[in-house]
Each structure stands twice: as C-alpha cells, then as structure tokens.
C-alpha cells in the first residue's frame, strides 16, 4: 500500500505531492474531458550502481494518437541480490503501484498493462525470471507484457533510473 514518503515527479522532474491514485484519477478526469481515449501502463526498471541497486515505476498514460505523459517514482536500495531477484523487485513495484491505481481505473474504463523489462530471448540474463513475472502480473489479473513490447519498463522507468 501507499505510504506518504512516496514522490512522484514527470519526465521534466516536476515534483507532485500527491498519491498516485490522486494524480491518475486527476489525470483521467482532465484527458477525458479534452476527449482522449487512454491506456495505462505500468512498468519498473533498476540499473545497479556497486553495492547500490536504483529503482524507477513509471505510469505511462498513452492518448490514443495524441501521445503520452508519465509520472515516475524513484528509490534507492543498498544490497547485493540475484539478477533474479532484482527483476522481480521491479515487478513487485510494477504490481504494487497497478493495485494502487486499479479501482480508479475500472471506475473510468481505463485500461491496464503491466510492463516487465525481462528479455524474453533466453541468452539474456534477465530472461531466468520471465516465467515467474509473466504468472505473477497475470495471476493479479493485468494484461503482461515483456520486451520488445514493455516500452513503460524498457524506455520510460529506463530513462530516470
């Protein structure tokens, strides 16, 4: 569940003091009336720095033809774990930020994927924790999606981890 530590912040590091249900439903509302059909997507990324491992969640709202903007939250961890194991703290934070936000969504129509930056190609390391992802987002009933495809994890979290 949420906790009142949480920062959210854009792409342009605009900060929000505000909780990430706040900002999605706020965000429908506004892009509903300005007539855009939305979808929602979920996806965390971490790049490991010596014993430091940083984490990024982005919701990527996509306009339908019109774009997107996202809203990211960082943290930062010190200790040493599996590739595995940080792939699936990535999910766990993918997972915890879309039950967050799901009851806002089902409320307004919006739709929901949940992104995983796991390789499906098994010559990448990352690919050891595919299946357990994959049966965890789609076990809490979201839409999965891995590479190429996870563009919230891949790209988004990506670029401000």
Request: with cysteine; proline share 1%.
């Amino acid at each position: 569940m949420e906790t009142q530590h949480e920062t959210w912040q854009n792409m342009n590091g605009k900060i929000f003091r505000k909780s990430i249900t706040q900002l999605v439903e706020e965000a429908i509302i506004r892009e509903l009336a300005a007539g855009h059909r939305l979808k929602v997507c979920v996806g965390s990324d971490s790049h490991v720095y010596g014993d430091a491992i940083n984490y990024a969640t982005a919701v990527v709202f996509v306009r339908e033809g019109k774009g997107a903007f996202t809203f990211i939250r960082k943290e930062r961890e010190i200790q040493t774990i599996s590739i595995k194991e940080r792939m699936l703290n990535e999910v766990n934070r993918s997972v915890a930020t879309a039950y967050a936000i799901c009851a806002v969504l089902d409320a307004y129509g919006v739709e929901m994927e949940v992104h995983a930056d796991i390789n499906t190609d098994p010559e990448f390391k990352s690919n050891t924790a595919l299946k357990d992802a994959m049966g965890y987002i789609l076990g809490m009933g979201y839409v999965f999606k891995a590479k190429p495809f996870a563009f919230a994890s891949s790209n988004c979290a990506d670029m401000m981890v």
